[in-house]
């Protein structure tokens, strides 16, 4: 692969990072703060969003994680190393880190729905499920590649023997 489709595809994992670091930064404390304000008033609303606020944040870290991973795979990519056991760990670790995210984000539905339900935004259960099928397939897409790639290392590794 050339030098400058991988430098794209960095470029590209690092601008996929920005908004979400944007959000953590910018827009979620003050939903918290508001959600912590309510909270006081002795509204459960209250201590619903700031449930829910701890998953978005908790899944900030599992889905940097994987960004991470995805940029250690581009620079194996790069040093033509992208057929070794250590490009099978990254992808096993964007698994994980998929399904993670996943898990948080079904775990947090139920509670969507009643905050959805208290303010008559049904939109709400829609991107709390956008976010975890999305993460659902991205975990089983980095499955199917750590699979075919663990077959190509390994007949890399017997043909190497061979020679």
Known sequence: MERASTLFLKAAVIIIGIPVLALCIFAL?????????????????????LGIMFVVYGSAIPFYFALYQALKLLSYIDKNEAFSELSVIALKK????????????ILMLPFIYII????????????????????????????????????????????????
Do not use: T
């Open 29 to 49: 404390p003050h939903v918290v703060q508001l959600a912590f304000a309510e909270a006081v008033k002795g509204a459960a609303l209250g201590y619903m969003v």
């Open 116 to 163: 959805a339900k208290w303010d008559d935004a049904p939109g709400l259960l829609l991107i709390g499920l956008v976010i975890a099928g999305a993460s659902m397939v991205i975990a089983v897409f980095a499955a199917v590649l750590k699979k075919l790639l663990k077959q190509a290392v390994d007949i890399k590794a017997e043909n190497e023997l061979i020679v």
């Open 94 to 105: 964007i698994r994980n880190c998929a399904i993670i995210i996943s898990g948080l984000y």
